[in-house]
């Protein structure tokens, strides 16, 4: 079967601030495929960006050496801790797409849970089990799943804005009923980034145009192959 | 002006040769902006790979640290002569958009020009300064350009399977009119999407289909503000 990986992310910052606290970065794995790390730095704008930028920076160029990713989390915990001296904090999840194990590895050191959707009828699994930030207690270690790359394959990852989003209207955003129901706009070439956008979207409709926090959403999808070329495409785009 | 910054990575690899020698990275700049790194490894296949692989991380890991360009390019080529004994080279671009600068800046260690397309009428400018391979001898410098971040600007770079294309049948590919004449294309939230594929398409033709080099293209765009919201976008695809 020729499956075809497609990556998205779409974040946005808390209203009124110019800069995410969120670090969203990719990196090419030595021994094939690609990592993501999603940073959430603790509070909000320059002084939460510059946290999730070190431990962003750390942990890529520890993957990018072919470190793995249970070992490249817990470096990135361990030099957060000694940088800030265990008073600040972070949330890290690592996605990667290990083309030499044929999975995708999950790493996650956040409360926020991470959504899996396999198979045609969308069946949603939901990683939940209890997960610690960086960056404060000694000798915190991520929670790692390992998910077979197959067809029809979502992963979606978010930062807390995501959780928190409607929170002062009253009206919580249920993730996993929202992605199911919003299943069928994936299709063909844009199938991850319809879901990602509609994620954000809702959530920033919740917070009625104006995020209550910054705001991040990663979704990674292993669908039939799209593209008759054999071509690598990466796009960037944002206001400046 | 309300601006908006479009990246756009097109990437194949050799026919028959699973792996492109070629990297490309983007990294965040830490204070404000992202920088591009296009990396051709010498020769092709595994080995072109590991070069450009080390070479790119290296860049990455310096950019990341808010290393300024023309620092990182010496430094990978320093990096790159130790680690392999002056005995391999590999070329290396850097395109960054700066924030703090409000500038483009373009650095080359590649024969491979530069094409800069500035405003409505589509003005043409070839960064083409006589500029060095890292890797080989002691010292080299790469060649920096600069350019005030403004609206209807596109820089194109590219590797030299460009440059091959078409050799085989004795066709080559004129990239500043190839360029000019797809301007056009050039629209909306798919501006620089466009162009690179464009480029890419027209190359891989020009070899009939069996690229006899890898081959890849960059372009960074930066036009009137297509987005209503303030959302920053990345998405990645690929065969796997």
Redesign the interface.
Known sequence: M????????????KYAVSE?GD??????R?HG??SLVLVDGQRSGKSAKAIS?IV??KA??LL??GVRDGAAARAAHDYLRTMRSGQVSATLNIVS?D?GTQTIVISRNSHCPVLVVQGQEGALHLLDEPSEAIGIHPRTRPVISEIP?AQDLHVVVFTDGVLSAGERVGQRLDVPAFVHEQLPLCAG?TC??AL??AL?NRA?ELDQGRPTDDISVVVVS?VA?Q?P????????????
Chains 1, 2 share one sequence.
């Open positions: 020729d499956l075809e990986l497609q990556v998205a992310v779409a974040k946005v910052s995410s670090t969203v970065e990719t990196i090419e030595p495929g690609l930028n962003a920076r890529v160029s990018a050496d797409v083309l790359i070439e991850a980034r990602a956008d954000l920033v292993v192959r593209q070329d054999t071509v690598r495409r990466l796009s960037v785009r944002f206001p400046i």
